[in-house]
C-alpha cells in the first residue's frame, strides 16, 4: 500500500489472512494502518483460556511450529472432526452419502468450541453468523474484546452484523 500511496486508517481482513505471513509483513510495516481480521474460531492465542484452542494447538504442534498454525489449519482441523464424528456415527455403513447425511444432523457444528457455531449440512451452504475481530499488531494477533462486543462467549453472534445478499460459497 505503501508503494502506491495507499493510506487507509482502517484495514479489515477476512479470516484467511490470519497466518504468519501476515502478522510478520505487519510487524515490519513502516506506520501500517490499523488492520484486524473477523474469524469463526477461537484465535489460538487464547488457548490458555480455551480447552478447544489448547487441545488444536497440542495436536497440531506435535508435527508442526506454532508459528505456521493458521485459519487454515483451523478450518482442516473442524472439517476432519466432523468427518471423523460423522463417519464413526456410519460405523460400517461407510458411504459417502451416509457421512453427508451423518454431518447434516449437526445444525450447530462448533468443533467441540473451536469454533462459533454454524450449520454443518453442506445443502444450507450458510456462513455462521458469529464472529470475532483479532487485531493484528507488532507483536501477532491479539483477539479484540472491544471491538467484537461479544454476546455468546468470545463470539458476536448478533444477525443485524450479518451482510445479507451475498451468494453462498461452493
Keep these: 500500500m505503501n508503494d502506491i500511496g495507499y493510506h487507509p486508517k482502517y484495514v479489515l481482513f477476512d479470516p484467511s489472512n490470519?497466518?504468519?505471513t501476515v502478522s510478520d509483513a505487519y510487524a515490519s510495516a513502516h506506520d501500517p494502518a490499523t488492520t484486524y481480521l473477523y474469524s469463526n474460531f477461537v484465535p489460538f492465542e487464547l488457548a490458555d483460556q480455551n480447552a478447544a484452542a489448547k487441545q488444536a494447538v497440542?495436536?497440531?504442534?506435535?508435527?508442526?511450529s506454532r508459528k505456521s498454525l493458521s485459519a487454515f489449519s483451523q478450518f482442516s482441523l473442524s472439517a476432519w472432526l466432523l468427518w471423523a464424528k460423522s463417519a464413526?456415527?456410519?460405523g460400517s455403513n461407510l458411504t459417502v452419502n451416509c457421512v453427508l447425511q451423518k454431518a447434516a444432523a449437526?445444525?450447530?457444528w462448533d468443533a467441540g468450541g473451536l469454533q462459533a457455531q454454524t450449520n454443518a449440512?453442506?445443502?444450507k451452504k450458510s456462513y455462521s453468523q458469529c464472529n470475532l475481530?483479532?487485531?493484528?499488531t507488532k507483536d501477532g494477533f491479539v483477539y479484540d474484546k472491544a471491538a467484537t462486543a461479544p454476546n455468546s462467549g468470545l463470539f458476536n453472534c448478533d444477525p443485524n452484523s450479518v451482510v445479507d445478499g451475498l451468494p453462498p460459497s461452493g
Design 58 to 64: 497440542d495436536l497440531l504442534t506435535t508435527t508442526a
Design 133 to 136: 475481530m483479532i487485531k493484528v
Design 106 to 108: 449437526n445444525p450447530r
Design 88 to 90: 464413526t456415527a456410519c
Design 18 to 20: 490470519y497466518r504468519s
Design 121 to 123: 449440512d453442506p445443502s
